[in-house]
């Protein structure tokens, strides 16, 4: 299962998809571009453990983690 | 002697007092309980994204290091949900401080870990909007002076 995680007030919500399920893999996708569109940043990790922020939707990720967007503290 | 209504009625209001402070300790024990299952999620979130060495040094030190993808410089990021990043030298020791946090209200957890991922993939942009403040160097006695969106 692949795995969209936000960060929220109660710590990150998860949203466990099949990446085969083509309907499961359009509410991933707009689920990525609504949370892109809000200021979030989507990073994913590769086999190695490197982290890359990604832009689009990557239909392939295990996994992609959102963060709110950055402010001057 | 207090005639019996009296006595009556200040045993009933001892008793109603006791009882809104059970209650108003029981809200606070589970507001705590909350807080911490919060608290524990941002840190189990953060463990799964650090790299083995990084978790070894949050395991020792309730901080970490991160290299600046674009300048190579150091940074180390310790618990806390802000003025937690410092830039350290080759020697580990504090030169500057930079504050940049996620919006909103985030546990600590993950606002360590989306510095991390700021700062390891979009250095140059994390200190675009960060704020930078003097940390204490040894030996220095002017501390550097402050500047806002100075990288």
Redesign the interface.
């Known amino acids: 299962m692949a795995t969209q995680?936000v960060?929220?007030?109660?710590?990150?919500t998860r949203h466990y998809f099949n990446a085969d399920d083509t309907k499961a893999l359009s509410q991933a996708e707009e689920r990525f571009k609504l949370l892109t569109t809000l200021?979030f940043?989507g990073?994913v990790?590769d086999a190695a453990?490197e982290?890359?922020?990604t832009r689009s939707f990557d239909p392939t990720a295990e996994e992609t983690?959102f963060?709110?967007?950055?402010?001057?503290? | 002697m207090f005639p019996q209504p009296v006595v009556s009625a200040t045993l009933y209001l001892g008793r109603l007092l006791a009882e809104g402070a059970r209650k108003v300790q029981a809200v606070r024990e589970r507001y705590r309980a909350i807080e911490d299952?919060?608290?524990?999620?941002?840190i189990?979130?953060l463990r799964e994204?650090l790299?083995p060495e990084q978790q070894a040094q949050f395991d020792a030190s309730k901080s970490f290091n991160v290299v600046g993808c674009d300048t190579g410089k150091r940074y180390r990021i310790r618990h806390g949900t802000?003025?937690n990043v410092h830039e350290i030298d080759d020697a580990g020791r504090p030169v500057m401080g930079w504050?940049?946090?996620?919006?909103?209200?985030?546990?600590a957890?993950?606002v360590m870990?989306?510095q991390k991922?700021?700062l390891?993939?979009?250095e140059r942009?994390?200190l675009a909007?960060?704020?930078r403040f003097p940390v204490h160097v040894p030996g220095q006695t002017n501390p550097p002076a402050l500047s806002?969106?100075a990288y």
């Open positions: 995680i960060m929220d007030h109660t710590g990150d200021g940043t990073a990790r453990g982290t890359a922020v983690l963060f709110p967007r950055l402010v001057g503290g | 299952i919060r608290e524990a999620r941002g189990t979130l994204w790299s802000g003025t504050c940049f946090v996620p919006s909103g209200p985030l546990v957890g993950d870990l989306a991922i700021a390891e993939t979009d942009a994390a909007v960060a704020n806002r969106r």
